[in-house]
């Protein structure tokens, strides 16, 4: 009876994830960038497994690796060494089914707000019918309908990077990996944006692999929190976060009216002050 | 809660781009008003140098009137063959021709040469060799390839025009943020998309700017050329009238070169604007 009921309760937990194939795994990944002047250790063997379904949040000092992780889980960036398995094979090259919300938003400056959320699907030939059906689904969820023919420029940051995060959307990815995608927006905006990919996110099952700075967002968000040791990035700690926390189903401003989420922003924020503070 | 964010989402577009617009269109307006002011001294000038008695011999300068009234009478009467509008006519086709055929074969061998590797080991050492001659030196042999028809003036005026073209299609495919790359990557973008739909395309704006420079050159090759060999057009004409010291003529054939040189280079100007809006300026 007890076994049933934790198999049905929770798939994506992290110690039920053992029979289960994990929807990608980082095995061994570590990178070196090499320029013709210097080399510049970015990140150490680093081994994650991520179960489908599964928010995990990534959070670590500036410069530790978390965007290269993230470029190379994309399939976007060669590891030195190890490889990224999606669904237990290994991952090969960049494509829809990992879509990525980079730091510096990587809008077409030549592709008005429109053309940019909609390039996945008029790339892949879906119909125009459909297409502008999802489009005008996406302008309205960002809030971006009146500036549906403005090219990127014309934006704010906050703007661009709704559309970004948009442009990633809507091909509905079984991955969704995301570098800092709420940075750019303002307060009101980014808890909107949150409570918003978190809806999404248990809706849509998509699993997401989230870097962030605000150790609030994350533990907010994630089902699992990773936090990396200043450069050359490692692991430093992982921690799950309950499944039945009682803040998901509110905004992060009530999150942090609970004690249990305190609790654990005080030990993350912790964890990385030590890799700032320390030399 | 949410109807409240949902207001300040839907702030009021930045307008720089409108404002921007409003100044660059003040300052042209000015430079305009400026630049006729500037011609109307010039003329004035001129026309007291040259009052009968004056500074200045109509022998070497003849008066404002006098190349006016030329001016005139070659619209309607021919002038070696063929009147102002046929000359004029004349050269540009020959430039349009040239210049629009340099982008035919300009753009994919820059686009080429920057985006394949192996493209690049064959064009650009050949490339390299050719672009420091002087399109002029080319006249030479292109009379002795294709004689003194249009078809050498074409030859000559499309080497003129095609450096630029490959110059700018190159730089317009380097200069791209590998990370647009990157992004249209994981959205599924397969090769050629990527190379039509986000290279290319952003780099458009470089491209036209290529095109410009392009004609600019075509137009100054091309009445060179015309002065070594042609039986019409506009460097043609000057080249006869300053042969015979008829300098009202040879004023007409000048000011109407500058003039329409003048004309191409605003309307590709405006044409890059409306081709490719998003342009930064
Ligand atoms: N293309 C590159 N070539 C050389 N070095 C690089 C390259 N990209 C990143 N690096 C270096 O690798 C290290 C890690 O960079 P990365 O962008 O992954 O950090 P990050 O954790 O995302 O930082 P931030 O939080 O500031 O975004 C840095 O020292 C950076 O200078
Ligand atoms: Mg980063």
């Given amino acids: 009876m007890n076994t049933t009921v934790i198999k049905t309760g929770a798939p994506m937990r992290e110690a039920d994830m053992n029979d289960a194939t994990p929807k990608m795994e980082i095995r061994g990944v570590s990178k070196t960038y090499t320029t013709r002047k210097s080399e510049t250790y970015a990140l150490e063997t680093t081994d994650l497994s991520i179960g489908t379904g599964e928010f995990v949040t990534i959070v670590g000092p500036s410069g530790c690796g978390k965007s290269t992780l993230m470029m190379i889980a994309a399939g976007l960036e060669e590891p030195s060494t190890g490889e990224i398995l999606v669904d237990g094979s290994p991952a090969g090259p960049a494509g829809p089914k990992r879509s990525v919300v980079f730091q510096r938003f990587a809008l077409f400056p030549s592709e008005t707000v429109a053309q940019n959320i909609g390039f996945g699907l008029s790339v892949a030939h879906v119909s125009k019918v459909e297409r502008t059906e999802r489009i005008k689904e996406q302008l309205t969820l960002m809030g971006l309908e009146q500036f549906r023919n403005s090219y990127p420029k014309e934006l704010s940051g906050g703007m661009q990077q709704r559309v970004a995060i948009a442009r990633a959307l809507i091909v509905r990815p079984e991955i969704l990996l995301m570098d800092e995608p709420f940075a750019a927006l303002d307060a009101q905006t980014r808890t909107v944006m949150q409570e918003e990919v978190s809806r999404l996110h248990r809706r849509m099952q998509s699993t997401v692999f989230f870097i962030t700075h605000s150790v609030e967002e994350a533990v907010y968000l994630a089902d699992r929190v990773v936090v990396m040791s200043k450069r050359p990035g490692r692991i430093k700690k992982e921690i799950s976060i309950p499944h039945d926390a009682p803040w998901r189903t509110g905004d992060i401003e009530d999150a942090m009216t609970y004690g249990d989420f305190n609790e654990l922003r005080k030990e993350i924020w912790d964890l990385v002050r030590e890799e700032i503070t320390t030399h | ?281």
Avoid: C
Wanted: aromatic residues 8%.
């Fill in chain 2, 1 to 281: 809660m949410t109807v409240a964010v949902r207001s300040t989402r839907r702030a009021a577009p930045r307008k720089p781009s409108t404002q921007s617009m409003w100044r660059r269109e003040l300052a042209r307006g000015k430079s305009v008003l400026i630049g006729v002011i500037a011609a109307v001294v010039l003329v004035i000038i001129w026309y007291l140098l040259t009052l009968p008695g004056g500074l200045i011999q109509p022998l070497f300068l003849p008066p404002p009137q006098g190349v006016a009234t030329q001016f005139i009478t070659m619209l309607s009467e021919p002038y070696l063959g063929s009147t102002l509008w046929g000359h004029a006519i004349a050269s540009l086709g020959v430039v349009l021709e040239a210049w629009a055929l340099g982008g035919i074969i300009g753009i994919p061998l820059g686009i080429a040469v920057a985006w394949w590797k192996r493209a690049r080991w064959i064009v650009w050492p050949l490339f390299q060799l050719i672009r420091p001659v002087p399109p002029l030196a080319w006249i030479p042999l292109a009379i002795v390839w294709l004689g003194i028809g249009d078809v050498a003036r074409v030859a000559v005026v499309f080497v003129a025009a095609l450096v630029p073209w490959v110059m700018n299609s190159i730089e317009a495919v380097r200069s791209i943020d590998p990370l647009l790359v990157s992004a249209a990557r994981t959205l599924g973008a397969s090769e050629p998309q990527i190379l039509m739909r986000v290279v290319v395309r952003t780099g458009l704006p470089t491209i036209l700017a290529g095109a410009r420079i392009a004609l600019g050159n075509a137009w100054t090759t091309l009445v060179a050329a015309e002065m070594l060999a042609a039986t019409a057009g506009l460097g043609f004409v000057a080249l006869n009238a300053s042969r015979v010291l008829d300098l009202d003529t040879l004023l007409v054939a000048m000011g109407t070169i500058g003039i329409l040189g003048a004309a191409l280079s605003i309307l590709i100007s405006s044409a890059a604007q409306w081709i490719a809006p998003w342009a930064e300026d």
